[in-house]
């Protein structure tokens, strides 16, 4: 499987942007998707993620109300709307498939990674 995530950019704080990965596999509507994101020095920390469904999402708590995670998966591809952005949300953002049909909030869940995407915002 691979992941393909674009829709990273600069951004000011307190404004939006919307990021998309999309699969090769056509078993993408079997997999939990999620995405990560990487701050310079830090470790990867899991944002969000949604079931093969779509029934099922999870955030990272300090996330919640500002980003949303969606799927469609008749075109193979995750997103995540992300608003009121802030200067730490500056990082790479990445797309992961999980295990199983469920997504989970750490990285062994996941099994395919896509390269990541940067997202800038500034004050």
């Known amino acids: 499987v691979q992941l393909q995530a674009c829709g990273g950019g600069s951004v000011q704080a307190g404004g939006f942007l919307t990021l998309s990965c999309t699969a090769s596999?056509?078993?993408?509507?079997?997999?939990?998707m999620g995405w990560f994101r990487q701050a310079p020095g830090q470790e990867r920390e899991f944002v969000a993620g949604?079931?093969?469904?779509?029934?099922?999402?999870l955030y990272a708590d300090s996330l919640k109300g500002r980003f949303t995670i969606s799927r469609d998966n008749a075109k193979n591809t995750v997103y995540l709307q992300m608003t009121s952005l802030k200067v730490e949300d500056t990082a790479v953002y990445y797309c992961?498939?999980?295990?199983?049909?469920?997504?989970?909030?750490?990285?062994?869940?996941?099994?395919?990674w896509g390269q990541g995407t940067q997202v800038t915002v500034s004050s």
């Open positions: 992961a498939a999980a295990l199983s049909a469920y997504a989970g909030t750490t990285r062994d869940r996941y099994r395919y």
């Open positions: 949604i079931s093969s469904r779509g029934g099922s999402t």
């Open positions: 596999a056509r078993t993408f509507s079997n997999n939990g």
